[in-house]
């Protein structure tokens, strides 16, 4: 390719970059960036994305491990789930709290310094 090619293709790309930029209000690029800056935390840690649950107004992720195997009472929370409707207000349920209890609502700095009390809780 020549460097005129090269060029043209890389103002392109620049061009499209920048119009998919304001393509979104400024609103939504800080949601989805907020979303992401936790996603980005927690995936990696074993955290999965729960397609069932999520919505376009509502995400959620679960941390397999802290799963129990007897699910048959529905008014328990069977996994350790970090969900959020603000990407600035996470809010994380234990596994094994009720309808009532359990939901924590907290900062993301909060959120990220309390992973490990998380990840390690169980149900009893």
Excluded: Q
Aim: no cysteine.
């Amino acid at each position: 390719m020549s460097r005129a090619s090269a060029a043209k293709k890389a103002r392109r790309k620049k061009r499209a970059v920048a119009r998919n930029d304001r393509w979104l209000p400024d609103e939504m690029h800080a949601e989805i960036k907020g979303v992401a800056r936790i996603a980005n935390e927690i995936i990696p840690r074993g955290w999965e994305f729960d397609h069932d649950f999520s919505t376009d107004d509502f995400v959620t992720w679960y941390y397999p491990p802290s799963a129990v195997e007897d699910d048959e009472d529905e008014s328990v929370e069977p996994v350790t789930r970090i969900w959020l409707t603000d990407p600035d207000e996470p809010h994380v349920i234990l596994v094994g709290s009720g309808e009532d209890d359990g939901d924590v609502a907290l900062t993301v700095d909060e959120l990220f310094a309390r992973l490990d009390e998380f990840e390690g809780h169980r149900a009893d």
